[in-house]
């Protein structure tokens, strides 16, 4: 799986630039320092990341920057900000293909141990 975490630093940060009141500065560290991206090949099959930030989730089309789905409140609109000025595309979506193609061939695998199991029961049946 890729490893994001250089896009999590940067989304934090940018974030926390655009706090505008210091006196709130030290409750958005705590809020942007959950930020997680992610992927998850079963539930989508067209290119996307995940952002995860404490208990909300937000699904974005790598083409296009575009939300699939999901919410992240207020800050979803600066995200969406981020994403278009500073997200590779190219890179990410690359990890993107890898992921996918090995979660294909994994599940590809699966499929066949079922088939040869029920296979091997109706044998038996």
């Given at each position: 799986?890729?490893n994001f975490r250089s896009y999590e630093?940067?989304?934090?940060?940018?974030?926390?630039?655009?706090?505008?009141?210091?006196?709130?500065?030290?409750?958005?560290?705590?809020?942007?320092?959950?930020?997680?991206?992610?992927?998850?090949?079963?539930?989508?099959?067209?290119?996307?990341?995940?952002?995860?930030?404490?208990?909300?989730?937000?699904?974005?089309?790598?083409?296009?920057?575009?939300?699939?789905?999901?919410?992240?409140?207020?800050?979803?609109?600066?995200?969406?900000?981020?994403?278009?000025?500073?997200?590779?595309?190219?890179?990410?979506?690359?990890?993107?293909?890898?992921?996918?193609?090995?979660?294909?061939?994994k599940k590809e695998l699966e499929d066949?141990?079922?088939?040869?199991?029920?296979?091997?029961?109706?044998?038996?049946?």
């Amino acid at each position: 799986m890729a490893n994001f975490r250089s896009y999590e630093n940067q989304l934090k940060n940018y974030l926390l630039s655009r706090v505008k009141n210091r006196d709130d500065l030290q409750s958005a560290m705590r809020k942007y320092g959950s930020i997680r991206f992610a992927m998850n090949h079963e539930r989508y099959d067209r290119p996307h990341f995940i952002i995860r930030m404490g208990i909300s989730e937000a699904v974005f089309d790598i083409d296009t920057g575009g939300q699939l789905g999901g919410g992240l409140g207020p800050d979803s609109s600066e995200i969406k900000a981020w994403i278009a000025r500073y997200m590779k595309k190219e890179e990410i979506k690359a990890a993107w293909q890898a992921g996918h193609k090995e979660y294909l061939t994994k599940k590809e695998l699966e499929d066949r141990i079922a088939e040869r199991e029920a296979k091997k029961k109706n044998r038996f049946d």
